[in-house]
């Protein structure tokens, strides 16, 4: 059990910190509001998906997924397009004042639902890495794995409305967070980029 355990939590950590659509939202979210409580609902929310679709890929859709040949490129596909909008999307949202661009609870888990279940390269880590991960084991040791790449992504999500809330303490102008934007948006461009390089391959 321990080492399913271990290796949920190495796999996990390993999906979760580079900078995609998802963290960055959190992370913005906590660095526009005044109090960490009120980015509650956008870290629940992206938590409770992460949780959703590793227990589905954990529980076989990874299996039957894998054997549908077509879906790869389609996957692929859906995935730059995505990945293009919302790296524009990111890097126009520098309003003048951060208050323009907080949202409410409502709000909060309408995006952070788009970003984690539209997100076809999210889709892709979790069912495809995690879920074939998880074959390595059986029974409650591979329950085990799950439960432990599900508790990286609560603790995480935590953390990372923590740190937006430190930064958005130290930088009252918002720059900071403009920034950050545009060095994202241009990440994420160039995952929408790699995508589509995939799609050429398999097609």
């Known amino acids: 059990m321990t080492e399913a355990i271990v290796h949920g939590i190495i796999l996990a950590f390993g999906l979760i910190l580079p900078l995609g659509v998802q963290n ?23 938590a409770v998906c992460d949780t959703l679709l590793i227990t589905a890929a954990v529980g076989g859709v990874s299996l039957l997924l894998l054997t549908l040949d077509w879906l790869t490129p389609v996957i692929y596909g859906a995935g730059a397009l995505f990945l293009l909008y919302m ?29 984690s279940l539209l ?20 029974g409650l040791e591979r329950w085990g794995f799950a439960a432990a790449t599900a508790a990286v992504s609560w603790l995480w999500f935590l953390g990372l409305a923590a740190a937006g809330r430190v930064l958005g303490r130290a930088d009252t102008s918002g720059r900071a967070v403009r920034l950050l934007n545009k060095g994202s948006a241009l990440l994420i461009w160039a995952m929408a980029v790699y995508m589509a390089l995939q799609l050429w391959r398999s097609v």
């Open 24 to 46: 960055i939202f959190v992370f913005n979210q906590g660095a526009l509001h005044p109090r960490f409580r009120n980015t509650l609902p956008v870290v629940v929310t992206a």
């Open 87 to 115: 790296g524009r999307q990111i890097w126009l949202s520098a309003p003048a004042s951060a208050e323009t661009r907080q949202l409410p609870a409502r709000g909060q888990i309408g995006y952070a639902l788009s970003v």
């Open 119 to 138: 997100n076809p390269h999210a889709l892709l880590d979790t069912v495809g890495v995690i879920g074939t991960g998880s074959l390595a084991y059986e």
